[in-house]
């Protein structure tokens, strides 16, 4: 198979961007979970995760900021974006209304997440491709902690079981859009650097029905699938998401540690 | 040792100098023990390249470890530049036979092979040894502890928790 011409710098830049922007947002969600996990362990085990996510974007935003040059830095990336500037998926955004939500949600992450490093690690571009060798140990330690969770709680008694099940009603409808490719990652694929995404979509499906059925919950039946972040149409849990990460940045303007 | 494990490239002159500076997280441990250091070398005059290699992407240590050696290196005469290199990625078979046993004297149990250390993070089998009273008779408490390379277990005898280096290949 011969790659496409190498895109432009700008459409590698907003491909590392936008693929960074997923873990971005669910990192924020966990990091805001600090304090307040079921139990200790578990609130240690979100935090840390939290932390492998941080460290994945500002690897690909530091990456991005030398593509962009012009003064970008991983800071102006990460804080100093209007909210149709985030090309996140939109199950990130959901808020993490109970143990329940938080673990689906990354178990349905995680798997995507995984499948899609696995590709990653094979880029044209040698820089996505050590990002993704690094960040690839971490996320498989990621999907352990969510599908055994995933299980404990759908295989444990009726309450955590409702709850587990309510989650994954709710959230099952935004884990597809990830395989619908934007002419930016079209562009990447085609170039050998990028995922082909939509091919996926088969073993993802696969993966999360193999936990499921140990964790005896059901997909929902007839799913809507909902999509809109990755063209930056968010949904109205984003800004305040947004207000709260970027407030540091916006009040004092080129702050540091 | 894993044969494709590229070797660590320092400078004998250096190596004093680096093998001094610590682990900001487990001073026990040094930073070339750790793996982190994967090059220093003279770039010519006083001038030295040190390339350094995180643990996991979002180890909170690596500025202060950059930090760290271009100060131990300017104590020694020498005017550091520190880059971050992400590739080839760190893994546990990088951390040198001393650096385990600094790890276990110092009470974490150094990191079990790949294999045997998914059986223990699964819970599936009684592999992790407890650096305090040496038995093996342990349990996995969290797979995520005091920092992001670590897991939580406590000892069934002694009855003391400890952290367990994660195995990362």
């Known amino acids: 198979m011969t790659a496409a011409a190498a895109p432009d710098t700008r459409t590698l830049a907003d491909f590392v961007i936008g693929m960074a922007d997923n873990d971005l947002i669910l990192a924020q969600q966990l990091g805001k979970l600090c304090g307040h996990g079921p139990n200790l362990e578990t609130d240690i085990a979100l935090t840390n995760i939290s932390l492998d996510l941080f460290g994945q974007v500002r690897s690909c935003f530091q990456y991005a900021a030398t593509l962009l040059g012009n003064g970008a830095t991983e800071d102006t990336i990460a804080f100093l974006r209007k909210e149709h500037e985030y090309r ?42 050590a990002i993704a060798r690094k960040s690839i140990k971490e996320t498989a330690y990621h999907v352990r902690f969510s599908a055994d969770w995933l299980v404990r709680l759908g ?16 959230l099952w409808p935004y884990a597809d859009e990830w395989f619908l490719p934007t002419a930016v990652e079209s562009a990447a694929a085609a170039a050998g ?4 995404l939509p091919s996926l979509r088969e073993p993802y499906q696969r993966k999360v029905a193999a936990v499921l059925r140990e964790a005896t919950l059901e997909l929902p039946a007839d799913t809507h699938f909902r999509k809109g972040g990755k063209q930056g149409i968010h949904t109205e849990h984003m800004g305040y998401i947004l207000a709260e990460m970027q407030s540091m940045q916006r009040t004092y303007p080129g702050m540091q540690w | 040792m894993d044969a494709t494990i590229p070797q660590q490239e320092i400078d004998p002159g250096l190596l004093a100098v680096l093998d001094a500076v610590s682990d900001p997280e487990i001073p026990v ?43 131990a290196l300017a104590r020694a005469g020498f005017e550091a530049q520190v880059r971050l290199v992400l590739a080839p990625a760190w893994t546990t078979n990088w951390i040198t036979p001393q650096g385990r046993a600094a790890l276990e004297a110092y009470g974490i149990a150094p990191p079990l092979e790949a294999s045997a250390d998914k059986a223990a993070l ?35 005898d002694c009855l003391e928790p400890f952290d367990y280096f994660k195995c990362l290949k």
């Open chain 1, 88 to 129: 996140n998926v939109l199950l990130v955004e959901q808020p993490s209304l109970d143990f329940g939500h938080i673990i689906v949600r990354q178990f349905l992450y995680d798997v995507f997440h995984h499948l899609l490093l696995e590709r990653l690690q094979f880029s044209a571009d040698e820089t996505i491709a």
């Open chain 1, 193 to 196: 650097i990028g995922a082909d």
């Open chain 2, 29 to 71: 441990l040094s930073i070339v023990q750790m793996g982190v250091i994967r090059r220093a070398v003279s770039t010519g005059g006083n001038r030295v390249e040190v390339d350094i290699t995180p643990t996991y992407s979002g180890c909170p240590a690596m500025d202060v470890i950059a930090d760290d050696v271009r100060a």
């Open chain 2, 122 to 156: 699964l819970g599936e089998s009684k592999v992790v040894k407890c650096p305090r009273c040496g038995s093996t008779r342990t349990t996995l408490v969290s797979r995520f502890g005091s920092t992001a390379c670590k897991a939580l277990f406590k000892c069934d």
């Open chain 1, 155 to 170: 295989d444990g008694n009726d309450e955590s079981r409702a709850r587990a099940q309510a989650a994954l009603d709710h």
